[in-house]
């Protein structure tokens, strides 16, 4: 992987001369004619690029002096790895989206990002969108802010309420121990079936871990950061008892870690993370599974004892970037663009109804903007209301080795029984605080 690292490096900064050298001529020519141009980025999903078009050239109506060229980012071999080589080849561009903050911490890590915060009308912005406290976890462990969330979703829980109440279940879950309970009586019922059913539990790839790991984690430490700059400061009872809860669901003969084709939908499992962009697929494949009657959603799981209404959860959610490499009249443009574009609601509304991503504002519930689609969308409500109770991926630049790490020294092993959970959990803390050395 290292020498394909390079070699795509090499080829980038080789072939990437003549690139940096026609923005500078693209750069030049604009400031002859007055117009400063920027280059945007889009998420590699044609929804997301043609919303992103849509807004520049009504921007461009009412600003001729700016020109916005909107293109997805390219996906050969990964994004990331196409931004980087851009950043290698000097023809970056001056805002990306589809940013995580574990890849902004390796982007931060190398100098290539502006901190947001220094960037005159960028307060102007948080407070247009109403977002200081969706906002506020996204600050990295250096005090700065490099990247603007655009939709914050947080991870909810699904269950087969149809199934359950077949089993003598009738009220879903809130703590491990009502979970334990419904397993005994799911298996009495239902031998055939399981809790818990998906392969990617016994997978250490590294994004793996914030759909099941990390959602359970962040409801049991009241949504603590795990890892911050470079040290660990994960919560070692919240943890432990985490891996128990599930060692028990797999004592009980709840999780299925083998490969079944959609498992939830078919009933083979009962309890499985679900993100808004399900619901769209489901219409079209699965028009049986209606919310209230065949499923219902929730926050994760608390340990005994926990408040469950104090449930935190995994944030899926990327924002916005700008680079560096921009000149000041590209910083200027692009901030008072991304100003123009949150400073109206109806924005985010429009995004909201393409791609069932929940805008990162605090007021999706109480903005009347909003109340039209989620009226619409009710089951876009609960990801609505917990906006504020979502906890974004770590800020380090070795978060995937860090998450795979959790995986191959604590959960999957707990998961197939190989490991008792507080060995585990002492085994993966040790890997982590040597990989932050």
Known sequence: MKKLASTLLITAIAGSVLAGCGKSSDNQNAAENGV?????????????????TDLAKAYEKVNDKVKINVSAIKESPTSEASIQSAIAGK???????????GFAAQLANSKALIPLETLPGFEDVIKGRNMTNTIEPWKFSDGHQYVLPIYSNPMLFGWRIDILKQAGVNEIPKTYSEMLDATKKLKAKFPDKYVWAKPDLADPTAWKR???FFMLYNAASNGNHFVEGSKFVGDDKAGTEVLTFVDNL???????????TDPFETGVGVFTDIGPWTFSMWEEKFPELKLGETFALSMPLVPDGADP????????????VIFAQASEAEQKAAVDFIKWVYADPKNDVKWLEQTKLPPARDDLTTNES??????????????????????????NAKYNDLQT????????KVVRGEIAPAEGWANMKKAIEAALQ
């Open 405 to 412: 790490l959790i995986g191959q020294e604590a959960f999957n």
């Open 370 to 395: 909003f109340k039209t689609v989620l009226d619409a969308n009710p089951a876009l409500k609960p990801y609505a209301e917990n906006v504020p109770n979502a906890v974004p991926p770590m800020d």
């Open 250 to 260: 797999r004592k009980e003969k709840g999780i299925l870690s083998q490969t079944v």
């Open 210 to 212: 914030w759909f099941d």
């Open 91 to 101: 023809s970056a561009p001056t805002i990306s989206e589809n940013i995580n903050r």
């Open 309 to 320: 209404a104090a449930s935190k959860t995994f944030a899926d959610t990327k924002g916005l």
């Open 36 to 52: 400063t141009t920027i280059e945007f980025w889009a998420a590699p999903n044609p929804t997301q690029q043609a919303y992103w």
